[in-house]
């Protein structure tokens, strides 16, 4: 790279001393593009008197669904409610942009009911199965190193916002 600029690694660079997030390099943009072509015509036809935070809790409703499935060990049913989660967190958001109703509240809610349905499905998993040591300390790995890695990201989410080198 030319001009100062210099690989800091994990999508960010460092450009004449500043860290800045490297968004083009990041597989991201290409993928809510895909996102965006396929639900903005679902959202669009929906129309605007949908509210975004009714298909949010649509979307715990179906994880936690999934998750009722999954510890039944009903994991094919499981898969259906967790794949109707995922349309329905992708929509929310496309709702609310094509319609321009995105509010702070309803950000913060999709990301909690997102979390809420990540804790609940290994959980699930977990206590559905015979009980067994190895499965409890997976868990707790996974849970562990899910929710340190998504407080680094909030954390630094904030303090790129405080620069206003955006988030």
């Not at 009722?68 to 992708?90: C, E, I, T, V």
């Not at 990540?118 to 559905?128: F, R, S």
Request: no cysteine.
């Amino acid at each position: 790279m030319s001009g100062g600029t210099i690989l800091a690694g994990n999508g960010f660079m460092r450009v004449a001393g500043k860290l800045t997030f490297a968004k083009q390099r990041m597989l991201d943009p290409a993928l809510r593009k895909l996102k965006d072509r396929s639900l903005d015509p679902v959202a669009r036809a929906l129309g605007p008197h949908i509210s975004p935070i009714i298909v949010s809790l649509f979307s715990l409703v179906a994880g936690l669904a999934a998750s009722f499935a999954a510890f039944q060990a009903a994991y094919w049913m499981a898969l259906g409610f967790w794949l109707l989660n995922r349309l329905f967190d992708g929509l929310d958001g496309s709702l609310a942009r094509v319609h321009a109703r995105q509010t702070d509240l309803g950000g913060y809610l999709d990301i909690l009911f997102d979390f809420a349905v990540y804790a609940a499905l290994p959980v699930a998993i977990v206590m559905g199965m015979p009980p067994s040591e190895i499965a409890y300390v997976a868990l707790v790995l996974l849970l562990g190193s899910y929710y340190l890695n998504a407080a680094s990201w909030m954390y630094l989410s904030a303090i790129l916002e405080k620069r206003n080198n955006g988030s």
